[in-house]
């Protein structure tokens, strides 16, 4: 199912009350932010358990990244935003009991890996991740199916969905020799200068990084700071690994699909003439 990009999060279906959607933008914006992806999956994990969800529904959530989300009910219950309809706390952990009645189902939410400040190229333009979502764009800027080392191709994905979400974590701070910073999530998928995705937390000064012309690009500084505030990312529609490599700053990166989806898999860019895609 397409979801509209300006929504920025994803629900369940198309046929939600103004009410509703209300609901889901306080859940995914203010009041229940999941900071960890090991937190999403607990919460899906306790709403299968407990019969909110079925099996088939948790499996699909897991491979989006997403977590379910309930009407009138937060995990930061009691201590949430105040003005909020929130009155019973939702668990996000399988280990934890069931509620004693059945909570009305809402839709899901993601989470996202980059400061608002990132640059995120779309179409002809890099603009700030948070604002993109706002200024009209439906496609993004990733890789083509035939890119290769040698030869990086990019052209226009349609876009599925933006991602937002507050939390408070570790940020890794990317600075490349050339002058280029990044700054992302410990989790965030970068592409090395071999080609292979790699988290950003296992980066250090003196590595290399690919940059979207195909020339490699040294680390002359990582370091890290602790952040208070909304992270962001976009997920195109495609489920094709080569289109989901994006341009930040003028350097490869992953989409959210890396992060969530895929974060179990090897990838890494062909270095043949013509790219070999199967099985990835």
């Known amino acids: 199912m397409r979801i509209m990009f300006v929504r920025l999060i994803v629900v369940a279906a198309f046929s939600i009350s103004s009410s509703a959607w209300a609901q889901v933008e306080t859940r995914c914006f203010q009041d229940d932010q999941i900071l ?97 979502p706002f200024a009209g764009l439906s496609t993004v800027t990733a890789l083509t199916q035939n890119a290769t080392l040698a030869r990086p191709e990019f052209s226009e994905q349609p876009i599925r969905t933006f991602v937002a979400g507050d939390t408070v974590e570790d940020i890794f701070v990317l600075e490349t020799v050339d002058g280029r910073r990044v700054e992302v999530t410990s989790e965030h998928p970068m592409v090395n200068g071999d080609g292979i995705m790699v988290r950003a937390r296992t980066l250090k000064a ?26 962001w990312n976009v997920q195109p529609v495609s489920k094709v690994k080569m289109e989901n490599v994006l341009d930040v700053e003028g350097l490869m990166t992953g989409s959210v699909r890396f992060q969530n989806e895929w974060s179990q898999d090897y990838f890494r860019l062909s270095v043949r003439e013509d790219a070999d895609v199967s099985g990835l």
């Not at 948790?58 to 937060?74: H, L, Q, R």
């Not at 309809?85 to 890996?113: K, Q």
């Not at 990582?222 to 909304?230: A, E, P, Q």
Request: net charge negative; with cysteine; proline share 5%.
């Open 206 to 231: 003196g590595d290399v990084l690919l940059g979207v012309d195909g020339q490699k690009v040294e680390l002359s500084q990582v370091s890290v700071f602790r952040y208070t505030g909304k992270v």
């Open 36 to 132: 960890y992806p090991e937190q999403a999956v607990g919460r899906n994990a306790w709403a299968r358990k407990c019969g909110y969800i079925n099996a088939a529904r948790e499996t699909a959530y897991n491979s989006f990244g997403d977590y379910v989300i309930f009407a009138s009910g937060c995990h930061t219950y009691p201590n949430h935003t105040t003005g909020t309809a929130c009155t019973f706390r939702v668990p996000v952990s399988e280990a934890e009991p069931c509620l004693s009645f059945t909570p009305t189902y809402l839709g899901t939410c993601m989470v996202g890996c980059y400061t608002g400040t990132e640059e995120v190229r779309f179409g002809e333009k890099y603009w700030p991740i948070a604002e993109a």
